[in-house]
């Protein structure tokens, strides 16, 4: 039997993240227990708050299990008070997550090997009898919007000094650990080519789809550019909505239909024309490393992004363009010319980056357990 696996992340089954996605396929060689948090985003006074907080309070006096997965999987949500804003706050979190979590680790015939991608678990760190902790860096929390980011990037920092190794999901990534005196193992993102190639229905003309979470990184001038030179068809933008530009809404040509399951994304794709990624040109956005880059790839049609640092790797197997002018004019000749076949080639390599291998490496990596101090004597 291998180690037991302890991990911190967004909630299980609540949308496909990478550490799903890499867990979900190490559950018939480790037992699992993961924990579902409060998330990040300070709470506001709303409706989305409200949905989101009722989910919570159903999650707590509910026992949560994982349909069709490995009963290997233990699925904990510990209740938890939603803010980390004040000291009292963080005292009271760190109460609240021992006194859940250490009961279940004291059954544990063997510590687990403790697995955060959030930096929430600063205070709990020298509390939990684990073999040893691993930072999986999948994103700059200190740069999202709708964070409490001053916060997060103070609890970064612990996690960052406190943990045994480190994983970083992008190359910006890792030199932004590096900057911080730690080295970090690169592990980039992977897709199911399988899944993103099946489903497939015919495209409906001049139909050009984004899928994600609709938030403040989403270029408005971009989409208006494209908007205004669209003569026919629709631009398709499915996603749950955080704090979206009300203009995006008020938009010709633009839908958006909410959000979808994920099961349900390959035949989105199947009837796009084109798919988009508008990002604008942020801090948190040259951070990320968006798990759908490799899905639009997977499914065989033309991808227009922005020129960002996660993109530039595929570039030849894409259009990366740097303004709205050029972001239109080229979703408009994509429309008309469809996938290039030199770009079509470029995508071979995407059989590289199956999740089954990338979740070899992360197995492997997670085993680790030396401080790597950059610097040090």
């Given amino acids: 039997m291998n180690s037991p696996l302890l991990i911190f992340a967004d909630d299980w089954g609540r949308h496909p993240s990478s550490c799903q996605h890499l867990v979900g396929r190490l559950l018939d060689r480790h037992a699992v227990t993961w924990v579902n948090t409060i998330g990040t985003r300070t709470p506001k006074f709303d409706l989305a708050t409200v949905k989101r907080g009722l989910g919570k309070v159903r999650q707590w006096f509910h ?6 997965e490995s009963p290997k999987i233990d699925i904990v949500n510990p209740r938890m008070w939603p803010w980390f804003t004040r000291k009292m706050d963080r005292r009271l979190n760190r109460k609240l997550l021992v006194n859940s979590l250490r009961p279940i680790l004291d059954q544990m015939t063997e510590p687990p090997i403790a697995v955060t991608a959030l930096p929430l678990v600063a205070d709990i760190m020298d509390d939990l009898p684990v073999k040893h902790w691993i930072y999986y860096c999948v994103d700059d929390f200190s740069e999202w919007p709708g964070l409490d980011r001053a916060v997060l990037k103070k609890m970064e920092r612990i996690v960052v000094d406190r943990a045994e190794g480190l ?4 190359e910006h990534l890792q030199d932004r650990l590096r900057r911080m005196g730690r080295a970090a193992e690169l592990l980039t993102h992977g897709v199911d080519l399988e899944f993103w190639r099946t489903n497939a229905v015919p495209a409906t003309p001049s139909r050009i789809v984004f899928w994600g979470v609709l938030d403040r990184r989403m270029d408005t001038a971009w989409v208006r550019a494209l908007s205004e030179r669209l003569t026919e068809g629709t631009i398709v933008l499915v996603g749950p909505e955080q704090d979206v530009d009300p203009q995006l809404k008020r938009l010709p040509n633009v839908e958006m239909p909410g959000p979808v399951a994920f099961e349900e994304l390959p035949v989105i794709a199947s009837t796009a024309s084109v798919l988009i990624m508008p990002y604008a040109n942020l801090p948190v956005t040259r951070a ?6 490799k899905e639009y ?13 996660a993109t530039r790797d595929w570039a030849d197997a894409l259009d990366a363009v740097s303004n709205a002018e050029s972001f239109a004019e080229r979703v408009i ?3 008309k010319t469809a996938l290039p076949e030199v770009q ?12 089954n291998a990338k979740a070899r490496l992360f197995e492997s990596m997670i085993e680790m357990h030396q401080p790597t101090l950059i610097g040090s004597a």
């Fill in 63 to 68: 026992k949560q299990d994982a349909p069709g």
């Fill in 167 to 170: 994983i970083a999901v992008s």
């Fill in 288 to 293: 990320m490393q968006p798990l759908k880059l």
């Fill in 297 to 309: 790839l997977a499914t065989g049609k033309p991808v227009v992004v922005r020129d960002l640092p």
């Fill in 333 to 335: 000749e994509r429309l």
């Fill in 344 to 355: 079509a080639r470029a995508r071979v390599r995407l059989a590289d980056s199956s999740w």
